[in-house]
């Protein structure tokens, strides 16, 4: 039974074996990509990441809040610039997620990040929420957004992140119609891994991603939400590196999700500082969310 089958009528209790099969099965993980050894025998590899949603966080929902705007544009004035200098002091290469929609408003600072040896990754039109979305609309959005990424840096994105890491019964599909290597935006593991669409291979790898590993969920701020979570800059670095260590000892990957707006300010830019060091220090293969994928798939073992 396909999971786009008509159950809308039954409780998930209600649900027969078939269906509910068919909804844990439709995309599932495969065979894990972890590679005997990492280039140069470093001893794990470490793929940094910054989802620069700018002001597409608030834009997505219809919103017009000048002041959560004004966050957003932070994420540009400051916040890219404030990375870009940590990154280039440790002669590291990560990957930038972009919204079109952000990337539109700021072509040059796409362009400078590409030029500097940076990816430039999918993340949808303007942040938007797949899992609402028809098949029809969440493709032509992610086609658009590839080609105004292509436009303005004159490489055409080969991965992608779902916005909010929201991953429709649609969204495999469009990836692998648009023949994209990569996603991450899914959790199934620490290593990469082949992703399967109703038991088929796709050909499209995972390069997963963590809450734990992510900046937002220890520094968000909404002030017309009842929650505030907030967390110590030195407790999330505790966090991350502790996570890091983890992977230095098992010989897997350490991924980490930042966002310019939120890492990028002067109390907590020193974070991804301490991280980048740590990792020299201990002699890991720094890379792009892309190198990364193309070399565990070519030397998975």
Excluded at 20 to 49: F, M
Excluded at 68 to 81: D, E, I, L, T
Excluded at 127 to 156: F, K, M, Q
Excluded at 219 to 239: E, G, K, Q, W
Aim: some cysteine; glycine content about 6%.
């Amino acid at each position: 039974m396909s999971i786009e089958s008509n159950h809308e009528e039954l409780k998930p209790w209600q649900w027969d074996e078939q269906h509910w099969r068919g909804v844990l099965n439709h995309v599932r993980a495969g065979r894990t990509l972890r590679p005997k050894a990492w280039p140069n025998n470093a001893p794990c590899a470490v793929a940094i990441s910054f989802d620069s949603d700018h002001e597409t966080n608030e834009l997505r929902d219809g919103g017009k809040s000048i002041g959560r705007m004004s966050w957003g544009q932070y994420g540009n004035r400051v916040g890219v610039p404030n990375v870009e200098k940590v990154l280039n002091r440790f002669d590291a290469r990560a990957s930038f997620y972009v919204p079109a929609v952000a990337a539109l408003t700021y072509p040059d600072e796409q362009k400078r990040l590409a030029e500097a040896g940076h990816e430039i990754g999918l993340h949808g039109w303007i942040h938007e929420l797949n899992s609402v979305l028809p098949y029809e609309a969440e493709r032509d959005l992610l086609l658009r957004a590839s080609d105004a990424l292509t436009a303005i840096t004159g490489i055409r994105p080969v991965g992608m992140r779902t916005p909010s890491w929201d991953f429709s019964p649609h969204t495999l599909r469009i990836a692998e119609e648009m023949g994209l290597e990569y996603d991450s935006s899914l959790m199934a593991d620490v290593d990469c891994y082949e992703l399967l669409l109703d038991g088929r291979q796709t050909g499209v790898v995972e390069l997963p991603v963590e809450w734990i590993r992510d900046d937002a969920v220890y520094f968000m701020m909404n002030r017309f939400s009842a929650l505030r979570p907030y967390t110590a800059p030195t407790d999330v670095l505790d966090i991350f590196k502790r996570e890091l260590d983890a992977a230095l000892e098992d010989g897997g990957l350490f991924q980490l999700t930042m966002h310019p707006h939120v890492i990028g300010a002067r109390s907590r830019i020193w974070i991804l500082e301490e991280i980048l060091r740590y990792a020299r220090e201990r002699k890991a293969w720094i890379a792009t969310h892309s190198e990364v994928v193309r070399y565990v798939k070519k030397h998975a073992a």
